[in-house]
């Protein structure tokens, strides 16, 4: 961008009149002798009853008439000063061409000249030197005019005319490209607080700022330009073309740094005069600054201008305009995930909930709505049908947390379409395009009823099943459900009855719920009673009634259970008998014999059970059950575990072929596990899992055996059956984790051989997830260092530095793809400095080789020697640096400047040649510096580079070190400690 350079002046100076009182002659000793006042003659007023005119050219005669008389040396002085005061005035009102003007102020400048080196204590040469400075400027002279400007100012810093002498100084500069000076200049004039001067200074302040890439500073002129004469701006036609100069060069600026974090920080650094910035205002700011960044094709840029706004005034109907413009964006450039990721985030800001919604008005509100219903209808639709959308799969539990998942994402969306709609029973937006027509008739988009009903609906799909139940039960009884076009009322009846009894058996069942079990069975048998005498005509009416026996036994009442069993059997109101609910009652009354822990009596009924048709499920769960009466002998309370060890060694004995023999010897020991007998453990881990080799619980008994090692602190035991673990099993994850966990317990156990191998298999077989094959070299790298095996250390050192650069390629090649996102073995921040590390060390083991040579003869051999180990640790310092990582960058970086560093000396210091002369030894010695002097050089830059990092905070031995040797190499610039030291020190 093109940037005026020069200010507009005015072309005529301003017109200063300078009184000038002509006193009396001194009054010499003949002119003391003459006549006093008094006895001079009276006044006649007559005489003078015309008085003429003195025109300025008359003055001017009169004063040459009286310079040729010779008067005294202060009158002269006096009407010499007074003569140029006149001929200013002349000048100014004279209508004169080009060339006229030029000899005029030539004149008036070499009258300014005579008298300011005739009469250099004169008080009146200050409006001499001004305008004189003012001439040299109408002259086209700026250098003359500047060097006046400086004068007045030194000798007069308090004058009148300082602020628009600094200012014109100020303007010369600046057209001359010395923005410092003109900046100085500009910063004086603001000083001076003149509202004359004031705005323009300050403008040209912003602008010098700006061509000193000083933009921050420059931001902060031209904000205050703006705050102090904002309301101006709005009001004034001529000056919207400088607030949006200002607007523009500010985008500009703020281009230059952060963007938009940019503009946030200086709002908040640049405080508004009166009170709280306008709203207004600070969105013109922002919705420049994206205009700009838009145009110049940085869209990402330009959204998060929109988005900062957003997060810092989120309770403004402006910040829902601009989130509105990012949807918008979105929508047309079809990013569909971005869109509704935006829609979601208007929701977030503008819902009923939101601080935009207790401090918008009435009218803000109304604003917002249309969308804001929009959005909530959109998204809670999408999640519930999501929740519907879900298939089958099989692993149920997983199929279950999605649904559940899904429906409780639906919710909060229904809930602030009922809050936005309050005791409205429908709304309908204005636009006639966002209602539907039914019969001719436009019907309201939103009705309460059906939004309640898909609320209740998600209630119960997340498992919220009391507020569920209470929409069901209103929706199902009350009459506003006819407005409803989702669903029944019957329906809904009968939904809240089911959850009613789900309710009331989740209860029953649970040991810790505080609810009153009695109100829930109440409540449903409630539910039951109503739903049969209100919804009759629905098919599941008969079966409703055989639920109220299933509640008895819900609420524990067994004995009723047993006495109306055959009432069920018998069902009177059923055309056909149904078997199904006859063995359901005989089912129920087995059951209630075993709640009442009637063990010999269930024992009996089950076996009744067992002489009946019954499908293959039912059955074995029946004879699990006459096992189970036998079981549950050993849980009678106050039962010890050795007690209950016992009567399932019985159990075991009387039904050697049941499914829960197997059950039971793992409850054996899952018993002396809660008894902490772990020594007895293990010999019957073994026996379990070569009983039942095939068993689903050998996981789990390899997992206790593992653990009772553990226990015991059997390290290698623990380590040998994971490793056996990882050798037999066919889960790739299980055999990964094993082998680590293994490789981790021969290290606990100082089987240092042992736990080396595991470290190796297991960086050779897994090399992902990276990460932990990372840590598996380290381990490796940790293990050979203690042996001192130099060799092996760095293989596996230079193995993680490959590694880590192959996964950073793959993670570049593959950073788009939607399967990366969803990756374990991306490089991580641990990563990256085991490898910077390793790097590090790999470069510092080439530095002792390079250390290790001299540059002795012969010494071509020996500095090629010399110089390849110094490339190759060069190479894994810089390695180590371009990982950027704030714990080894200073030392990597620090030790190539100090490669460099050694080698100058090395040169300067390595073995001379024999029988040289004088002068073949100096010349020897001259070419020795030559050569040394780029490595020299190229250490300084890297020991700046590694000074450079207190900028990002680091600041350690190495940067402490790099400041030192600038201190012995470059002296003059470095050996003042406070320069660096103040930045240091500074509080991070």
Known sequence: MQINQSISMPTKLLKLALVLSLTSCAVSKEVANTATLNQLPAFEQSAFAEQAEVTET?????????????????????ILYRLSQLHTEQYERQDLSLTEEKSALHALIDRYQQLLQQYPDDPNNELLRYQLARSYDLLAQPEQSLSQLTVLLAQYPDSNFAPEAWFRKADIHYSRGEYELALQAYLQVLAAKQPSFNQHARYMAGWSHFKLQQFNLADQQFLQLLDSSYNQLLQADQQQSLRQEVLNILSISLSYQQQAESLQALLQQVPYASGERPIALVALLYQSLADFLQQKGFMAKSLASYRIFIADNADTYTAAQFQLRLIQHYLASANAEAALNAQQEYISLFNADSAFWRRASPADISKVTPRLLQYLDYFGRAHYADALATVSSQDATTQVDVKQQAFTRAIPYWQQMLVILGNRASYSPDSTADTESANGQNKPRYIAADINYLLAESYAGSQQLESAFSLYAALGYTDTSRQASLFKPQDAAYKALLLAQSLAERTAQSETSSVDYKSLQQRWLQQQIDFVSQHPQHPAAQQVALQQIQQDYTAQRYSTVIAQAEVVINWPYATEQSTHFANEALFLRSQSELALQQYAAAEQSLQQQLNLS?????????TEQLASSIYQQAQLPGITNLAAIAHIQRLLAVLPDSRFHEAAAFEQISLLIAEANWSTVPALLHSFMAKYPKSERIAAANAQLIQSYQQLEQWQLAAEQLLKLSANSTDPEQQRDALWLAAEYYLQAEQLDLARQAFRDYANQYPQPHAIAQEARQHLVQLYQQQNDIYRKNFWLAKIVSFEQAETANSNITSNSASNNASNNASTERTQQLAATAALMLGQHENKLFAQVSLRHPLQANLTKKRQHMQTAISHYQQSIDYGVASTLAEAQFSIGQLYDDMAQALLVSERPQG???????????????????????????????TALIQQQIYDSWVKQSFTRLQVLL???FNKTEAYLEVADAPH
């Open 971 to 973: 002296p003059a610039e």
């Open 916 to 946: 040289l002369t004088a002068l073949a030894a100096e010349q020897y010695d001259l070419l020795l510096e030559e050569q040394a002097y780029p490595f020299e050089e190229q250490a300084i830059e890297l020991y700046r580079q590694t």
């Open 58 to 78: 008359a003055l001017d005669a009169l004063y040459q008439q009286i310079l040729s008389l010779a008067p005294q040396p202060e009158t002269r002085q006096k």
């Open 614 to 622: 019954l499908n293959s499920a039912r059955r074995q769960l029946i």
